[in-house]
């Protein structure tokens, strides 16, 4: 003797997957004969959890930090605060590790003075030129001594 049985299953996920939870179903069975009783099955494990994506070389940061994050569920991992180099004449202060910057590059500063127009005449003595009264005294310091040594050999 064989019966025939026809019965309708139905999957109902309870829980979607994720980087931390499995994927969990609800599982119903209802037969046409109605000596069957209906069944359900809760809490079937019906998909494994994804676990975190990070990736190894690309960070985020803010002002204050830089870190891992999952590309999934955002979450943050080898979160530290940032390692500066300082600025250059060349690059911004530098993280050493996750490459962020801030600020700018340093300035160069010249100063370049240019003179007044009472000071840039043609008589007035230049930088490093200390005058022709300057030279006659000393030319004069100098025969005076040499007039003083000589007197002194007769």
């Known amino acids: 003797h064989v019966e025939n049985e026809t019965v309708n299953t139905q999957k109902q996920v309870t829980q979607n997957r994720s980087c931390t939870l499995n ?10 004969n109605t000596a069957f009783a209906r069944q359900t099955k809760e809490n ?6 994804t676990g975190h994506t990070y990736s190894a070389t690309e960070w985020e940061s803010n002002v204050d930090n830089h870190w891992h994050e999952c590309s999934v ?4 991992i080898d979160k530290a605060e940032h390692n500066w180099k300082d600025a250059t004449y060349t690059a911004p202060k530098t ?3 996750c490459g962020a910057t801030q600020g700018e590059p340093l300035t160069r500063s ?6 007044s127009a009472a000071e840039n005449k043609k008589d007035s003595p230049k930088t490093a030129d200390p005058g022709v009264l300057l030279y006659a005294g000393l030319a004069l310091a100098s025969l005076t001594g040499l007039a003083c040594t000589a007197k002194k050999r007769h």
């Open 23 to 32: 994927e969990l179903s609800t599982f119903t069975a209802t037969f046409t």
């Open 44 to 49: 079937v494990t019906t998909a494994d959890m």
């Open 73 to 76: 569920c955002h979450t943050q």
């Open 95 to 97: 993280c050493t590790v």
């Open 110 to 115: 010249y100063y370049y003075y240019a003179p």
